[in-house]
């Protein structure tokens, strides 16, 4: 299973981006798709997921601003980012998880897979 990002970048606050992850290696296995951040010192936090059957959950803290979603013919992963806010820098990872723990309490264990990273950072 291969996961590369794209997108991240540096934008003003109120500003949006859209991060892209292209996936590869999966074959007929399902799994509960994800975006985690990592800020500076703080720990690696889940901030949305999505099923195979399409269903999402949102951490608080982007409900409302962020929208998970995929392309099943491109096997891409996308998140979109509006309204950003400076507490949202960080950097940005793909993750392929166990379909049994598909909400934003998934844990940094119950994910096989991650992308390398893609840094977004926004300025106030």
């Known amino acids: 299973v291969q996961l590369v990002e794209s997108g991240g970048g540096s934008v003003e606050a109120g500003g949006s981006l859209r991060l892209s992850c292209a996936a590869s290696?999966?074959?007929?296995?399902?799994?509960?798709m994800a975006w985690f951040r990592q800020a500076p010192g703080k720990e690696r936090e889940a901030v949305a997921t999505?099923?195979?059957?399409?269903?999402?959950t949102y951490a608080d803290s982007v409900k409302g601003r962020f929208t998970i979603s995929e392309d099943n013919a491109k096997n891409t992963l996308y998140l979109q980012m509006n309204s950003l806010k400076s507490e949202d820098t960080a950097m940005y990872y793909c993750?392929?998880?166990?379909?049994?723990?598909?909400?934003?309490?998934?844990?940094?264990?119950?994910?096989?897979?991650w992308g390398q990273g893609t840094q977004v950072t926004v300025s106030s």
């Open positions: 290696g999966f074959g007929t296995r399902k799994y509960c």
């Open positions: 993750a392929a998880g166990l379909p049994s723990f598909c909400t934003v309490a998934i844990r940094r264990n119950q994910v096989p897979y």
């Open positions: 999505i099923k195979s059957d399409g269903s999402t």
